[in-house]
């Protein structure tokens, strides 16, 4: 039973990062409908900035919120110079856009911080933290907070800002909204910017526990994946709870089904996509989508 | 009535287009012909790892193809193909290896393995559209290393299956690797004509209305699940054989060479080739082959960042594909070649 808890606790951990990370592709999905697929590449390389800024001397908080910044300002400027030029060329074209940034980052990152893995700090206190005899790690606790602090924002932001209903509305309605006056195409550019930010945290909560890597996003991503899935492509808290759901069903089938074992981590995620689109395509707190014919 | 107009728009239609004082027709014929003729000839001219080089390229443009009738005709997104390109060359080898299977069954069966794996594949598939197709068969394309090393008995985990290279049959004065290569340019041109026959009748229109249309389709009497799943066996069925014929090139299989950049190229190359069209998916086989080389060329740090920077050029100038592309000028030179014969009439 110990075990049990602990394994758990500890998925709940690991789950609060596919939920960032899961959080960030559904804002994307929701503002903009696109999947996308280089979104673990930007997460990592936001998290080289941090990383590198640390190494230069800057305290972690000040270097946190300052690749929070750039993130931020990054994301819109991709989405204002890559994706714009496509946005209205069939869904393949910009999956193709997708899959260039995706190879672009990956090796820019290989290119200028090199293959070699390094340590991450974390800023949470390094002694664990025991209630009876289930052991909570203070980093994994400390990236849960995190994750639940920035959906409370997202929330608040898109349910009571003007800013925020203007971004939903433009989402669900385009031509209605640019009739409005709601400027839709900077609204796409801040739903990137927003999701390249929630990425960034992603990565800079995750990077002391995988440490830091241009690969290190490949399994994280796909777990995102199957979390957004497994919540709802269109629901913020269902890709949150998703996420932790993730976190624990791979600890879980990791310890308990001996064939599985930690080497089939990735078919796990892929059966778990698989079944949840086949038998509840909307996943478990989504809107199912209802088309006009 | 309708019989009057029908004539009457024949009586006035101009004459057949003409380019260069050829028709449309004997230039298509004569460009055929020639590109068979040179890819014959090439194995006199190249040797040695340029050869092996072509014979990759004939291998990727049937996995285009077989991509192509699924993502381009049909509108089914996949970004797992890399899955069933395993599938076949592990089918292959492993008969090759364990087995002792002459290759000459073992390719047609890695062929039927992929059909009906794809088929299987397909149903569940019919359930997902756009974004989520692409998404289910992105997380196949990122389980498949793991897959392959887990059953290890049979693939021989990270280590691979060596094969031999087989020797040219009938003691035709060929090298190893000239047979390979004319082995691939024959199925190449039989899949091709296989395609284009099954995409320019009945069964192609049914595929594309699906694509366009999908409630109209049914509307019409397509079986649209049969023929979405049956597709997809299909598609599968051409990367599973081009996947044995690479395999049995390369003499070698081992699960990091069908990573996830696997299943990527091949969306990569029919939508850089060209959607929807049967000569996209050689263009897109050369771009795909050669284009990292160059890439390679150009900067020796970051190679895969200046093949990201042209997937992204590519998508702004050519949004069609190169065979779009050229689509166009033919249809511009057509317009050009069939002003002087109107004139001429008035």
């Known amino acids: ?293 | 009535m309708m019989e009057g107009t029908a004539s009457a728009a024949r009586i006035s239609a101009p004459a057949r287009p003409t380019v260069a004082g050829l028709s449309v027709w004997s230039w298509t014929i004569g460009g055929l012909v020639l590109v068979i003729a040179i890819a014959c000839a090439l194995p006199l001219l190249l040797s040695g790892f340029k050869l092996f080089q072509f014979t990759q390229v004939l291998g990727y443009a049937i996995a285009l193809l077989g991509l192509n009738i699924l993502t381009g005709y049909n509108g089914q997104i996949s970004l797992g193909h890399g899955a069933f390109y395993a599938l076949g060359a592990y089918t292959t080898a492993i008969m090759i290896d364990k087995w002792s299977v002459p290759y000459g069954f073992a390719i047609p069966v890695a062929g039927v393995v992929c059909l009906v794996a794809g088929f299987l594949f397909g149903i569940p598939a019919l359930r997902l559209e756009g974004l989520y197709l692409a998404l289910a068969t992105f997380a196949l394309a990122l389980a498949v290393p793991q897959i392959l090393k887990y059953f290890d008995s049979w693939t021989g985990g990270s280590q691979g299956i060596v094969l031999s290279k087989p020797q040219a049959p009938f003691g035709l004065p060929l090298t190893s690797d000239q047979w390979l290569y004319f082995l691939t340019l024959g199925t190449t041109l039989l899949l091709f004509l296989f395609g284009w026959n099954l995409l320019r009748g009945r069964i192609g229109r049914a595929i594309v209305a699906i694509r366009d249309h999908p409630i109209a389709a049914e509307t019409m009497g397509i079986n649209s699940a049969l023929y979405k799943s049956l597709v997809f066996g299909v598609s599968a069925c051409y990367v599973g054989i081009a996947g044995a014929l690479v395999g049995l090139a390369v003499a070698f299989v081992a699960p990091d060479s069908f990573n996830v950049f696997l299943s990527i190229t091949l969306l990569v190359g029919i939508v850089v080739g060209g959607l929807a069209s049967i000569s996209g998916a050689l263009f897109g086989a050369f771009f795909i082959q050669f284009v990292p080389n160059w890439a390679q060329d150009i900067s020796k740090a970051a190679p895969w960042a200046i093949y990201g920077v042209f997937l992204i050029a590519f998508m702004y100038l050519m949004p069609r594909g190169i065979s779009g592309f050229f689509h166009r000028l033919w249809r511009r030179l057509l317009r050009a070649g069939a002003k002087p014969a109107e004139l001429k009439r008035s």
Request: positive net charge.
């Open chain 1, 1 to 293: 039973m110990e075990i049990f808890l602990q394994q758990v606790v500890s998925g709940l951990a690991t789950g609060g990062i596919y939920a960032s990370l899961a959080l960030a592709l559904v804002m994307i999905y929701q503002a903009t409908d696109v999947v996308n697929f280089a979104q673990g590449e930007m997460a990592m390389f936001s998290t080289y900035l941090a990383w590198s800024m640390m190494n230069a001397g800057i305290p972690y908080w000040g270097a946190f919120f300052a690749t929070l910044a750039i993130a931020f300002i990054g994301g819109i400027l991709i989405e204002r110079v890559v994706i714009r030029p496509v946005e209205n060329a069939p869904i393949l074209a910009i999956v193709i856009v997708c899959i260039g940034l995706l190879v672009i980052f990956n090796s820019l990152a290989g290119w200028i911080y090199s293959y070699v893995i390094q340590p991450f700090p974390s800023p949470f206190p390094r002694t664990p933290i025991k209630i009876g005899n289930i052991v909570f790690g203070p980093h994994d606790l400390g990236a849960i907070c995190v994750t639940l602090v920035l959906l409370l924002l997202l929330f608040l932001f898109f349910r009571y800002t003007s800013l925020g209903l203007a971004m939903r509305a433009a989402a669900h309605n385009p031509a209605s909204s640019r009739l409005v006056g709601i400027r839709v195409g900077w609204m796409l550019a801040l739903g990137w910017g927003l999701a390249a930010l929630l990425g960034a945290v992603a990565g800079i909560m995750v990077a002391p526990i995988i440490f830091l890597e241009p690969n290190m996003m490949g399994g994280i991503l796909i777990y995102a994946f199957a979390s957004a899935t497994l919540g709802g492509f269109t629901s913020p808290v269902g890709a949150v709870l998703g996420g932790l759901l993730m976190g624990v069903i791979e600890n879980l089938v990791g310890t308990y089904v001996r064939f599985i074992g930690t080497e089939l981590k990735l078919t796990v995620a892929l059966a778990i996509i698989l079944v949840v689109l086949t038998v509840k395509p909307s996943g478990l707190f989504g809107r199912a989508a209802v088309h006009r014919v």
